[in-house]
């Protein structure tokens, strides 16, 4: 609750320093004084309200509030600068000279609170016992250090560089003793720097991926003054790079702080900072290089010539990519390992599919053992569905990283609890994506075989028992009926000429009997093969139709079909039309048969109740399987059913693209009736 109130204190403080800031500004409008106030508004308002947030939280009450403190620093040096500004616009600057000299070094508070920051970042406690000491020390250099330039004999800073002195010159041994607690000053705040890293060798997880945020944000704090040196060096004085690197930290590291504390996994900080890492040893290398070229070539042609400016800047574009790649690679392993391995893992293993030498459906394990994680699942996109399953037949959530190939999910990486970020796990998916799909494709084409060897045994099964019923329609109906017929008339024979037969009567009932037998014969060959199939499928298709007690709304391409693509758009047609005659308790069917893409197809849908499916070893299925073709059943309850036969028109065995795909790919046996069928 304490460090709550004292965040919201030193919000108040800043916001009543920057006010008056902004009142100075206008009074006495300067290049220093709008350039010294863009700074505070951009430094102050975001560092107050971070602070404001994060000492809400519990575990970072004392970080908020040192973050506070940090703003509140901020604030009164932009408000200082800002004054002194308009101080020396006026007419009496002496009378002030007392708070000029106060609030001289007060800059140096920032400094202090800074490393108070670093001290007690991320849960606001010294990292041990032998650390409580520091604070209080910290604190009383700051203070010595700002009294020291209150009672300087120096000269003020311009503006105010003739203004005088308003205490006396200190004593003797003041001078030392000031300089001591300033070298003191500067080695505290390196310590607490220190400090951080001693606390991370230590931390956990999540306290490591904290003080990786601040260290991103702070890169920029010691890489200012090797920018500051060597633009002094180089050019005489400093650049707008330091200062823009400088800003930028200044800006940084209270946004830092407060995502380390409210949102630590908000993105891969370990990317995140190998990225600055990169990005800052290269900037520094290609300002060197430019440096120096452009300085001998100064010297060679002219200091004040173009060719010099156009030599540095043509190397440090040459440069620029070949230093990228090594230092990226440098950082990386020294900063990112986790990165490296796991896409020099995945690298690998494509090289070793690629020749030969190991199986794509490695990469589960090679992912586990290269991300640290031996709970992390790989899951593959299953043939005709939206799940996903694991090399060994599991199901894997989806709710993991996806895998994608031209835009479309193909697999999904579940992590198991290791260190990977999210961001790691999609940069690895990415790069998985290839041997992904490769191990998708060999499932789907071991599972088409599976099914076509299923398809073809199902096949012959029906092809013994449809021989057995045929066999047995035969020995009980026109075989009974043709060796009845021929007794009858071998009796006949026997007594025609004692007159005892009516021959008349006889031959009517073998008339009768052969034209049964005959029928019988006709409906045994329409199960084999339609005759009305002769005159076209439009023809047969209308025959078909023609009894039935409902609406039919038929359009049939009447174009010349192979053979067997007619019968089987024919069987097609006419389970699906008793189907629902039967079951559906419709009062209209469709039939529609279309040639579209080399493919007939032959779609057949009611408005009865639905809820119709397709029951295990369809031969209705592998019918249209031994073609290469596809059927789908679509059949909502309550909403009717619709078959859909895909055949195509030049048939051919059963390809892996063209295996029976219903959701359930080929596991249907007949199209059983809905839920509503009596």
């Known amino acids: 609750m304490l460090a709550r109130r004292a965040a919201l204190g030193c919000a108040v403080l800043a916001a009543v320093l920057l006010v008056a800031a902004v009142g100075f500004t206008a ?20 560092t107050t309200g971070l602070s404001v947030l994060v000492s809400r939280r519990r575990d970072g009450a004392v970080v908020g509030a040192l973050l506070g403190l940090l703003s509140l620093a901020v604030a009164a040096v932009v408000a200082k600068e800002v004054w002194l500004q308009w101080l020396a616009t006026t007419d009496d600057p002496g009378g002030w000279a007392w708070l000029v000299a106060v609030t001289a070094e007060n800059a140096w508070w920032v400094l202090a609170t800074f490393g108070l920051v670093l001290l007690h970042f991320p849960d606001g406690r010294v990292p041990s016992r032998r650390w409580r000491w520091v604070p209080l020390t910290l604190v009383t250099a700051a203070a010595v250090t700002q009294v020291d330039g209150a009672v300087a004999a120096e000269p003020f800073r311009a503006p105010l560089a003739d203004l005088d002195r308003p205490f006396g010159p200190p004593p003797a041994w003041w001078e030392l003793f000031a300089l001591v607690w300033f070298v003191v000053l500067l080695v505290l705040v390196a310590a607490c720097a220190v400090s951080l890293l001693l606390r991370f060798r230590r931390a956990e997880l999540v306290q490591r991926q904290q003080i990786k945020w601040l260290a991103l944000a702070g890169i920029g704090l010691p890489l200012y003054p090797l920018l500051c040196l060597v633009e002094i060096l180089f050019w005489g004085q400093s650049q707008w790079v330091s200062a823009a690197v400088g800003l930028a930290s200044l800006v940084a590291t209270p946004v830092a702080a407060g995502i380390a504390v409210l949102r630590h996994d908000l993105y891969d900080v370990d990317k995140a ?50 230093a990228l790649r090594v230092v990226r690679r440098a950082v990386d392993r020294r900063m990112y390992p986790l990165r490296r391995a796991a896409l020099a893992a995945v690298d690998g293993l494509h090289r070793e599919v690629s020749a030969g030498r190991a199986r794509p459906e490695r990469l589960p394990d090679v992912l586990r053992e290269a991300l640290r994680d031996p709970g992390l699942r790989v899951g593959f996109r299953a043939p005709g569905s939206d799940t996903f399953l694991d090399t060994s ?32 796990l999609r940069e690895v998916a ?19 075989l599976r099914e076509a060897q299923s398809s073809r045994t199902r096949l012959v099964e029906i092809g013994y028992e449809e021989r057995r019923k045929m066999e047995r329609d035969l020995h009980d109906g026109a075989q009974q009926r043709l060796v009845s017929l021929g007794m009858q008339l071998r009796l006949a024979q026997r007594h025609l000429g004692d007159g005892t037969v009516d021959l008349d009567e006889l031959l009517d009932e073998s008339v009768a009997e052969l034209g049964t037998a005959v029928a019988e014969l006709r409906q045994i060959a329409h199960g084999l093969r339609p005759g009305s199939l002769d005159d076209g499928l439009p023809a047969a298709l209308s025959n078909l139709v023609r009894s039935l007690p409902m609406t039919v709304d038929m359009d049939v391409d009447d174009g010349p079909l192979p053979d067997a693509v007619a019968t089987t758009a024919y069987f097609v047609a006419s389970e699906a039309i ?21 493919r007939l197809f032959v779609r057949v849908g009611d408005n009865g109740c639905g809820g119709a499916r397709l029951g295990l070893g369809s031969g209705l299925a592998d019918r249209v399987a031994a073609l290469g073709g596809s059927l789908r059943v679509a059949s909502p309850v309550g909403h009717g059913t619709e078959v859909e036969a895909a055949l195509p028109l030049e048939p051919s065995l059963p390809r892996p693209d063209e295996t029976p795909s219903l959701g359930l790919v080929g596991q249907v046996d007949r199209v059983q009736g809905p839920p509503c069928a009596s």
């Open 27 to 46: 009074t006495a409008p300067t290049r220093t004084s709008w350039l010294t106030l863009g700074l505070g508004l951009v430094v102050v308002p975001a």
């Open 430 to 448: 990415d790069r998985s994506s290839t041997l992904v799909e490769v191990v998708r494709l060999r499932a789907e084409v071991a599972q088409a």
């Open 393 to 424: 037949g599991e199901p894997v959530p989806a709710d993991g990283v996806l895998v994608q190939q031209d835009g479309e999910p193909t697999g999904v990486l579940v992590p198991g609890g290791g260190p990977a970020s999210p961001e790691l």
């Open 578 to 598: 008793a189907n629902a005659v039967k079951h559906s308790e419709a009062t209209r069917i469709e039939l529609h048969v279309e040639r579209r893409n080399g």
């Open 273 to 322: 900072l190998a990225l600055a890492v990169t990005w800052g040893v290269v900037t520094a290398l290609l300002l060197s290089v430019y440096a120096a070229t452009s300085s001998l070539a100064g010297l060679l042609v002219g200091r004040g010539s173009e060719v010099g400016v156009a030599v540095g800047t043509a190397a440090a574009a040459l440069l620029l990519l070949p």
